[in-house]
């Protein structure tokens, strides 16, 4: 059982819609990554929040939009999206952000599952 | 540059040992990573390994490492139907600093009964 949550576990939107994605995770992780996982190919982060602030932005289009709430909590909205944007989308947390040789290994959720129509 | 390959299939049969391979390319890496992907499901973490070790057991897990080589292994001792995965090897580079994993295309692992 994952201990990172994400919610909804599918979700079919229209291109003009606007939903929101969201994750949870109670072990106290200071840091918090949004992948982005097509099919019969490797996770490629999006975004990472350390200490609730946004780090990184890995060249995301702006129709994609991370907040990160609080410690727990990490959500990505979604506006206009595209059909090539249809992937299963991760999130996962580490105990603190990388930092040198420091060991961060990352928990991932179990995702939501995105279509574009 | 950061590149990390590995083979796209592996099939066995249920009770032999399963050895998954994975090249990188930074010498500089720090820790790597086995994760297993369930059809469906996220990513689990399996083990991890700092580059300082050579070996390192966790149950039917060995994680083999040639820091010379670049060649990391995964092996599953008596592997079952269960084990049925995508396995993906990931590196840390101190690079990045970033929090960014550099996967590898994950190796399909079929075990027959």
């Known amino acids: 059982d994952t201990e990172v949550t994400q919610t909804p576990k599918h979700l079919v939107m229209g291109m003009t819609n606007k939903k929101s994605l969201k994750c949870e995770q109670h072990?106290?992780?200071?840091?918090m990554y949004w992948y982005k996982q097509k099919a019969k190919k490797p996770p490629e982060l999006m975004f990472v929040y350390s200490y609730e602030k946004l780090s990184i932005n890995e060249s995301v289009p702006s129709r994609f939009s991370p907040e990160c709430p609080n410690s727990s909590l990490l959500n990505l909205h979604l506006h206009a999206l595209q059909p090539e944007d249809s992937a299963l989308y991760l999130c996962a947390s580490s105990q603190d952000p990388p930092i040198g040789v420091s060991n961060q290994p990352q928990h991932f959720g179990d995702g939501t599952r995105l279509s574009i129509l | 540059g950061e590149d990390v390959e590995q083979s796209l299939f592996l099939s066995v049969r249920e009770g032999d040992s399963s050895v998954i391979n994975c090249t990188y390319t930074?010498?500089?890496?720090?820790?790597l990573y086995w994760y297993k992907q369930e059809p469906g499901a996220g990513l689990q973490l399996l083990t991890y390994?700092?580059?300082?070790?050579d070996m390192k057991q966790d149950q039917r897990l060995t994680v083999l490492l040639n820091k010379k080589d670049k060649h990391l292994s995964l092996r599953i001792a008596d592997t079952q139907t269960g084990d049925s995965a995508i396995y993906f090897c990931a590196e840390m580079a101190p690079r990045s600093n970033t929090g960014k994993l550099i996967f590898g295309q994950g190796t399909t692992l079929q075990v027959k009964p």
């Open positions: 390994i700092f580059s300082n070790m």
């Open positions: 072990m106290g992780h200071r840091a």
């Open positions: 930074d010498s500089s890496s720090t820790y």
